[in-house]
T-cell receptor, first 114, second 114 residues
Framework: AQTVTQSQPEMSVQEAETVTLSCTYD???????LFWYKQPPSRQMILVIR??????QNATENRFSVNFQKAAKSFSLKISDSQLGDAAMYFC???????????FGKGTKLSVIP | DVKVTQSSRYLVKRTGEKVFLECVQD?????MFWYRQDPGLGLRLIYF???????EKGDIPEGYSVSREKKERFSLILESASTNQTSMYLC?????????????FGPGTRLTVL
């Protein structure tokens, strides 16, 4: 069974600064997908970024990028130029190839300080 | 845009009551999911459905059942609600049964069982 670990229950960042959220996972599979989802307060959860394990290049979506270290089984999310709207719960998730189930971490609550 | 709606944002029920949580998606998605979200535990999969009348158990199916009579609607049923089922319930859908597919989430139903 896969496990996803987010070791930082809460983090904070100054507006316009950069913050990195950590995620590690454990799996015996070689082909899989990793995701970061964002859940703003009282709003629906949305996908932030997605990484295919077979791709060496780190995924980037505007101010959001990941640092994917396959050998270390690490998948961190970097948010650059943090904005007040980035305040949310962030969940790291894993999906094995051939499975449409997501395994989620416990989440990191990010606060953005004006 | 994909829209996933849930019948109630807040629900209060008594122990032993039969509870129905409804979820509807409007984008002809094949897959639908029910998760339970608890602080410090992240999201845990209760059931998912990959087609009409088809369902599979997730990680925590005990005490729950589901129904999918139409493609757009997926219901979660608590046959006899208990206080330990007090939680936030999230519904999600995805287009295809593929591991890299984005899941689209509803706003959640916060259920309190007294």
């Amino acid at each position: 069974a896969q496990t996803v670990t987010q070791s930082q229950p809460e983090m904070s960042v100054q507006e316009a600064e950069t913050v990195t959220l950590s995620c590690t996972y454990d799996t015996s599979e070689s082909d899989y997908y990793l995701f970061w989802y964002k859940q703003p307060p009282s709003r629906q959860m949305i996908l932030v970024i997605r990484q295919e394990a077979y791709k060496q290049q780190n995924a980037t979506e505007n101010r959001f990028s990941v640092n994917f270290q396959k050998a270390a089984k690490s998948f961190s999310l970097k948010i650059s130029d943090s904005q007040l709207g980035d305040a949310a719960m962030y969940f790291c998730a894993f999906s094995g190839a051939g499975s449409y189930q997501l395994t989620f971490g416990k989440g990191t609550k990010l606060s953005v300080i004006p | 845009d994909v829209k996933v709606t849930q019948s109630s944002r807040y629900l209060v029920k008594r122990t032993g009551e039969k509870v129905f949580l409804e979820c509807v998606q409007d984008m002809d998605h094949e897959n639908m999911f029910w998760y339970r979200q608890d602080p410090g535990l992240g999201l845990r999969l209760i059931y998912f459905s990959y087609d009409v009348k088809m369902k599979e158990k997730g990680d925590i199916p005990e005490g729950y059942s589901v129904s999918r009579e139409k493609k757009e609607r997926f219901s979660l049923i608590l046959e006899s609600a208990s206080t330990n089922q007090t939680s936030m319930y999230l519904c999600a859908s995805s287009l295809l049964a593929l591991s890299y597919n984005e899941q689209f989430f509803g706003p959640g139903t916060r259920l309190t069982v007294l």
